[in-house]
């Protein structure tokens, strides 16, 4: 998934994205994982420079997925990107790239 997000970016941004990958949520506290995903990166994008970044507690990583979500919903313009259920009935799931873009 890391991966597919940083190739659908602009080519451009790519390098600066794979320095500036950050760990989140409970599930990046598997046995592992973070080994795993460094060393996966590092096979298919040989010659990037892959940096892994983490909270420095796992108290911390299990709740910054809630944090950011929490910031993101308190600024004033995210109640534009809403999308109600009558909406999302009469577009289908094309309002989510309408909406998103």
Same mark, same amino acid.
């Given at each position: 998934? &890391?991966?597919?997000? &940083?190739?659908?970016?602009?080519? @451009? /941004? *790519?390098?600066?994205?794979?320095? $500036?990958?950050? /760990?989140?949520?409970?599930?990046? /506290?598997?046995? %592992?994982?973070?080994?795993? /995903?460094?060393?996966?990166? #590092?096979?298919?994008? +040989? %010659?990037?420079?892959?940096?892994?970044? $983490?909270?420095?507690? @796992?108290?911390? *990583?299990? &709740?910054?997925? =809630?944090? %950011? %979500?929490?910031?993101?919903?308190?600024?004033?313009?995210?109640? +534009?990107? =809403?999308?109600?259920?009558?909406?999302?009935?009469?577009?289908?799931?094309?309002? &989510? @790239?309408?909406?998103? #873009?």
């Amino acid at each position: 998934m &890391v991966l597919k997000s &940083v190739m659908a970016s602009d080519m @451009d /941004l *790519r390098p600066h994205l794979l320095n $500036s990958v950050v /760990l989140a949520g409970g599930s990046t /506290l598997f046995p %592992g994982f973070v080994d795993r /995903l460094s060393v996966s990166l #590092q096979e298919m994008c +040989q %010659g990037s420079r892959i940096k892994l970044h $983490s909270p420095s507690s @796992d108290m911390e *990583r299990k &709740v910054t997925t =809630w944090l %950011g %979500g929490s910031i993101l919903a308190s600024l004033g313009t995210f109640h +534009q990107l =809403w999308i109600s259920r009558a909406e999302y009935d009469e577009h289908g799931a094309s309002i &989510v @790239d309408k909406k998103c #873009q």
